[in-house]
């Protein structure tokens, strides 16, 4: 979930995101979009 | 439509990150969209909520000196960071689209009803002719017909004085209509039957005189003071349109 502290709450772009992880900015995007996904079914299991 | 957005497409929509010709692409995708729309809702929603809940949260130290070797500049905290604006815009087209949504489902049943409204009159009509049998109340004359109906619906209506030529009043029967009580006036125009129902009106006011044609019957119908009237024949449609005139003039109330 560490992409999306450094896009949500640290609110870096995703090139920045990229250059610290060191890993491509697609694969951030990826990692992303799969990191909302997780959080939104767990909290809708949360509910 | 296109094919729906992608996971990435609507996170990186949510956060900012589409390239020019990629958010035109998206924009014109939402559009006609709602789910996609719905989706990209609640990524902003929940980009929103993650920001929120993530200032109380102290970062892993691994990543914690990662972020500092990296020295990136301070988080704006503006109010207008872009999760905000993103949000704001497709909630204002998520409601436009839902009320769209809305407006067309309306649409929908309202002329649901009216087809099956007309197919009811259509039916009693043709069932009044098929059963050929004598009116419940047989008379020409008007202040025979009317007066029948008194007690037997919760209004009144009156008859027109004078009719056409070729026009007359056969009489009249209490039938029923979407399980209300109604009056079929019956008319012959020439050797044409016509049927003309009258009932209280329920609803809002519709302003307008509607004709509705099926399988070579026209229905006429317009609504005045509190009352629904639908006439119905294979008549030509100006002999029908003079008649449903009268009767339209003669509630005068």
């Known amino acids: ?47 | 439509m296109t094919e729906h957005l992608s996971p990435s497409v609507l996170s990186a929509l949510a956060d900012g990150e589409l390239s020019n010709d990629q958010l035109a692409g998206a924009q014109r995708h939402l559009a006609d969209c709602p789910t996609c729309t719905a989706d990209a809702l609640h990524q902003s929603l929940l980009k929103l909520a993650t920001a929120k809940a993530g200032m109380r949260y102290t970062p892993p130290s691994t990543l914690h000196s990662r972020l500092t070797a990296f020295k990136k500049p301070a988080p704006k905290r503006g109010y207008w960071s872009p999760g905000w604006v993103v949000a704001a815009a497709l909630l204002l087209v998520f409601t436009g689209l839902t009320l769209v949504q809305q407006t067309t489902r309306r649409n929908e049943v309202a002329s649901i009803g009216k087809n099956a409204q007309v197919t009811e009159i259509f039916d009693q009509h043709l069932a009044t002719l098929a059963g050929n049998a004598t009116p419940q109340v047989l008379s020409s004359d008007r202040h025979t017909v009317k007066p029948w109906f008194q007690g037997k619906l919760p209004f009144s209506f009156t008859l027109p004085e004078n009719l056409p030529n070729d026009t007359t009043l056969d009489g009249a029967n209490l039938t029923y209509l979407h399980d209300r009580p109604v009056a079929q006036l019956l008319y012959s125009i020439g050797k044409h039957r016509v049927s003309v129902f009258v009932r209280e009106r329920q609803g809002a006011v519709k302003g307008n005189e509607l004709t509705t044609a099926r399988s070579g019957y026209q229905v006429m119908e317009f609504t005045k003071n509190d009352l629904e009237v639908f006439a119905i024949s294979d008549v030509d449609g100006a002999r029908l349109a003079a008649l449903v005139d009268l009767i339209r003039k003669a509630q005068t109330r």
Not at chain 1, 7 to 34: F, H, N, W
């Open chain 1, 1 to 47: 979930l560490e992409v999306i502290l450094l896009c949500d709450v640290e609110e870096m772009k995703y090139r920045e995101i990229a250059a610290v992880l060191e890993i491509p900015v697609g694969t951030v995007m990826s990692r992303i979009a799969r990191a909302r996904a997780a959080l939104r079914r767990a909290l809708e299991g949360a509910v």
